[in-house]
């Protein structure tokens, strides 16, 4: 899953009806839709049969004929004798399928005689006896059993003719599950939760046999209260070690809307008075929300495969993991698809989607590893197709890079990929079906920036990164997340979005260190945690959401680039290959994966230990937190040592264990300038790196997760011997040292100033500089002098005159530089707009060209005139030159009715950044109320970036915080967003009593993590202002004098 991309780019319930009383005939009949056609059980369920038959034609052949035999049986048990069976309706050409095993093929559902609960998204009672069997009670699942098969039946109440985003959407399923016990039991623990279990049974198979007949009901189940959401299920016997059972589960509930599980989502064309609203059926599981969807046994480690039957209006289309097996009529309104089964897979991998989208052109890849025909389709809103191209191209591109370095093949037929007009995360690697937010997946080369396609190209690699790491392998728990996250960010950035670099523009080694550098300022907390959690501390639903954060996902592709540069591309390549064909359909631990690496390390360097990186490694992945390097001149030479760094320097540090780690230390010396050299720094005792050395430049190209502290200023390189990427690594360390209290003000702002004025300083040093500037600015924006004078020397170091924004000249900028050009800008617009009008005069040419096209019937463009790549920019200065009510209200139209992702994302960036309060205000009611779901969040963290409404933010958030939690209480990424986008500027005793009192008198959910390390910033951040600031004020002023 990928997180959310970074917000400066982003760019009461009417019921659906009532069920009937039972007819004379036993047949329930549907009621409160004149626009339904009414059609009895009875009759349906001759339709299906019927149809049935023409669909075991097609499927018999891949199904064994018991199997065959007992699927034909267990519809000729709803058939009425006498009844007629009607005109067989002829099902579409199935598409290819997986191979698949000696297991039945996907049942066809039977419409519940349980009548449907109308109830959006909250708990519902089971309809079972009083239980008087224990309670399991823990939060992990016995194992007394394993799944081996899924046959999902669903029955949406989802007709083509919604058009209320409110409206509540019923549906009807059965679960069948072919499970194998593993221990002699009488009982079975699975999840579900807000659903009604409506009936429950089992049968036991004959020996060898995966599907059975001579089902009973169970003698008793019970759904669990509280947050275990478990189903607990009393069977009528003691059944013995490897006997197979099947389970077969009814449940009744609704489409959800609060983005998990099987939810709702809309989709709106054309004004707010005059629109017409789609809904649409999708859903997002991980991490433990399939549960929500259907019954299961909802953690990574109970694989199986799974096949689903899901109906859906006859003009509209469905989507699943595996292929379409075939489709039938289920009634005059709806088809009913029904998939073959998946590979063996873990559930929060399911995937299903009912909609009216579009697709473009399939495209046909065949596999380098295995020569199999991969399908990949992309699917999008009708009036977005046009830009879905780029992500067609782009998966085909990747999936060959991929297979060629894991020298491991794509395992599916297709790959289908769809954009989700509602969706929480950036995206979801779904195995085969992978679900992406717009702004994640769909560009437009007119409109869309350098930066925008870069973000595209990187989400979809990461996704398709997890079709192996992740899904192929998965992490036996979710303590070790980073196994599939971490993997997924270092190929996905690394080798995935580099092959895409078709034209090699875009800085992507540079980018992905500087992502680094951002995990190092939050690894550096107390409350910081390991990449390796102990598992016993990773057990509810919001402590595994916790784990959805910039440590998983970045340090864990951070340690990953240090090991693979410090021992080789074929050592890696090697044990990669050994880990996916080890593991491959199964679950794996961090300890499994150093194995492989061990045994490929060992195989090139035949004189190294056999457990040389399991060693190394193990010390980066069971401790929070990182070193730091301090390289000291001595008379014997340079001495390093190894300290655990803290940022913040006052904070209570008991708790925290004492940690050292193997360091795998690439470094440079003023004896050999143009080679490099190895060490591994293991204690905390400290080593004589070298005598006879002027210099020495440890932690060489940025490989290295830790920082390094030079205490002789002569023990460093001048800046005109380094390279940019290890000129922007200094710029970063001297940063945190600065801000943990290691490096006095004056030395580093002497520091700084030679950097901006260096000419060795380019892109990545200027982003890593950028970083800093606006942290110094953040942390003095309450504080109008010292605000004054850092924001003041800040405008000046960017260099305003000088920016060019012709078309032309930027059009023939590198794209990294047009990247720093847009960023450059956007700082000294939200320092002083006034002041960039009067330095950059054709900017008011470009403001006033695009303010034009805002009219109605304008027939005025910005094409050819202003660039994608400074267009964010251009509009934030237009707004904040003409700020009214007006030209908000204009600006909240187009955002909520664009089709262009990339304009989306503009609009709710510029309607942040203006200066009247009570329109930043109405921004943010607006945000709660009016946007859509998935990006309320974004909205609230984009206003709490502007200084002139941090306060305001903070106190809209706490008023709305009832809201806010019911709405988002189960999501780590827009927890975290939440707490840290409105807390983190802070830096006074007053706001963190505040904050403190808030967070111990209200309900976190998956945020208390967020909220400890939140509290923990803001400390640091007082540290800064009550010992750092005034001598770093004077330090400024200096550079005057």
């Known amino acids: 899953m990928s997180e959310l991309e970074d917000v400066s780019f982003w760019p009461g319930k009417s019921s659906y009806g009532s069920w009937g009383q039972g007819s004379s005939d036993g047949s329930y009949t549907r009621v409160g839709r004149t626009n339904a056609p009414v059609v009895t059980c009875k009759k349906r369920t001759v339709l299906i049969l019927v149809a049935v038959v023409a669909v075991l034609f097609i499927i018999s052949v891949s199904i064994p004929a018991g199997m065959l035999t007992h699927y034909k049986n267990h519809y000729s048990e709803h058939v009425t004798p006498g009844t007629s069976k009607g005109s067989v309706p002829q099902p579409t050409v199935p598409q290819p399928t997986v191979p698949q095993p000696t297991v039945p093929q996907p049942t066809v559902p039977q419409t519940s005689t349980t009548p449907v609960p109308t109830a959006s998204s909250t708990p519902l009672a089971t309809t079972t006896a009083k239980p008087v069997f224990p309670s399991w009670g823990k939060y992990r699942l016995p194992g007394n059993v394993k799944p081996r098969f899924y046959n999902i039946s669903i029955v949406l109440q989802l007709f083509g003719n919604e058009t209320n985003e409110d409206q509540t959407i019923p549906y009807s399923g059965t679960v069948l599950i072919v499970v194998n016990v593993t221990k002699a039991t009488d009982s079975i623990v699975l999840h579900a939760v807000d659903m009604d279990i409506s009936a429950v049974q089992v049968a036991k198979c004959a020996e060898g046999e995966d599907y059975c007949s001579g089902f009973a009901k169970v003698k008793d189940y019970r759904m669990t209260e509280g947050d275990l959401q478990q189903l607990e299920i009393q069977l009528n016997q003691n059944y013995s070690v490897n006997t197979t059972l099947n389970l077969k589960l009814e449940f009744n509930t609704t489409l959800r809307d609060d983005l998990r599980g099987f939810y709702k989502s809309s989709y709106s064309v054309g004004t707010e008075s005059h629109k017409t609203t789609t809904l649409i059926a999708t859903t997002q599981f991980e991490s433990v929300f399939a549960r929500k969807a259907f019954p299961c046994f909802d953690e990574p480690s109970f694989k199986a495969k799974f096949a689903l039957n899901i109906t859906r209006p006859k003009t509209w289309l469905s989507l699943f993991n595996s292929p379409l097996l075939a489709n039938i009529t289920y009634d005059e309104t709806r088809m009913l698809d029904i998939y073959s089964f998946s590979p063996t897979m873990s559930s929060y991998l ?52 991929y297979e060629d370095f894991f020298e491991t093949a794509y395992p599916l037929p297709k790959l289908d990929i769809i954009a989700i007009p509602d969706f929480a995360a950036g995206a979801m690697e779904n195995w085969g079906l992978i679900t992406f937010r717009e702004s994640a997946l769909l560009y437009d080369p007119s409109s869309s920036s350098s930066n925008q396609q870069q973000y595209v190209t990187y989400v979809i690699a990461h996704e398709l990164a997890h079709q192996w790491f992740g899904n192929l392998v998965t992490m036996e728990w979710w303590n070790e997340l980073w196994l599939n996250e971490g993997f997924a960010t270092f190929v996905g950035k690394l080798i995935g979005t580099e092959a895409a670099n078709v034209d090699e523009s875009w800085p992507i080694a540079e980018d992905f260190r500087f992502d680094v550098a951002g995990s190092l300022e939050l690894d550096g907390l107390i409350t910081s945690h390991p990449l390796s959690v102990p598992h016993e501390n990773v057990t509810t639903p919001d402590e595994i959401e916790a784990m959805f954060d910039d440590i998983t996902y970045t340090k864990g592709s951070g340690i990953l680039n240090m090991l693979y540069n410090f021992v080789s591309p074929n050592v890696t390549k090697g044990a990669l290959k050994d880990y996916l064909n080890i593991y ?108 006879d050395l002027s210099w020495a430049l440890l932690n060489l190209n940025w490989t290295g997760y830790y920082h390094v502290l030079y205490t002789n200023r002569d023990t460093f390189p001048d800046l005109k011997i380094m390279t940019d990427i290890d000129i922007a690594n200094a710029v970063s360390d001297m940063t945190l040292l600065f801000r943990g209290g290691h490096v006095e003000p004056d030395k580093f702002v002497t520091f700084l100033a030679s950097v901006v004025n260096s000419s060795s300083a380019d892109y990545l040093t200027w982003r890593i500089l950028l970083s800093s500037m606006q942290y110094l600015l953040d942390i003095h924006d309450q504080q109008f002098d010292k605000y004054q004078t850092v924001s003041g020397h800040v405008y000046e170091w960017l260099n305003v005159p000088d920016m060019n924004l012709t078309f032309a000249h930027v059009d023939n900028m590198a794209v990294k530089y047009r990247t720093l050009l847009s960023s450059k800008l956007s700082m000294a617009l939200n320092i002083n707009h006034e002041k960039v009008l009067r330095d950059i005069p054709y900017m008011k040419n470009l403001t006033t060209l695009w303010l034009s096209t805002l009219s109605p019937n304008s027939s005025a463009t910005t094409d050819k005139v202003v660039h994608n790549d400074v267009a964010l920019q251009v509009w934030t200065c237009a707004y904040q030159s003409n700020e009214s009510a007006g030209l908000w209200a204009k600006l909240w139209a187009k955002y909520k009715f664009s089709k262009i992702a990339s304009e989306r994302s503009r609009y709710m960036v510029v309607l942040a950044s203006g200066k009247d309060n009570s329109l930043l205000r109405h921004y943010l009611d607006y945000g709660l109320a009016k946007a859509k779901d998935d990006e309320t969040v974004g909205i609230i963290s984009l206003v709490a970036r502007n200084r002139r409404s941090r306060l305001d933010t903070w106190d809209f958030v706490k008023t709305n915080w009832p809201k806010l939690i019911e709405r988002y209480a189960n999501q780590g990424f827009s927890m975290e967003t939440l707490i840290k986008s409105t807390t983190n500027y802070f830096s006074d005793v007053y706001k963190l ?12 959910g998956a945020g208390q993590l967020a909220s400890r390390q939140s509290l923990e910033i803001v400390r640091a951040n007082i540290f800064m202002m009550e010992r750092l600031s005034n001598p770093f004020i004077n330090a400024i002023l200096d550079l005057d004098s």
Request: with cysteine; glycine share 4%; proline share 3%.
């Open 584 to 691: 491959q359909y199964g679950n794996a631990r961090a300890e499994d994966l150093w194995s492989c690496f061990d045994k490929a390390f060992k195989e090139e360097n035949t004189q190294a230990p056999k457990k040389q990186i399991s060693a190394m490694m193990n010390s980066w992945t069971s401790a929070s937190g990182y070193p730091y390097v301090t390289a000291s001149r001595t008379d014997d030479g340079i001495y390093i040592n190894q300290t655990q760094f803290f940022l913040c320097s006052t904070c209570n540090k008991s708790s925290v264990p004492d940690s050292s780690w193997v360091i795998p230390m690439i470094y440079q010396t003023s004896t050999s300038p143009s080679t490099s050299d190895r060490y591994t720094l293991d204690s905390t005792n400290g080593q004589i790196l070298s005598t």
């Open 350 to 401: 399911v995937a299903f989607v009912v909609c009216d989208f579009g697709n473009i052109p399939t495209k046909t890849m065949t596999s380098q590893i295995s020569s199999n025909t991969i399908n990949i389709t992309v699917y999008g809103q009708k009036a977005q197709l046009s830009q879905l191209s780029y992500a067609s191209e782009v998966a085909v591109t990747v999936i060959g890079a």
């Open 993 to 1004: 009593r505040d904050m403190q009192q808030f967070f111990s008198a209200n309900e976190l």
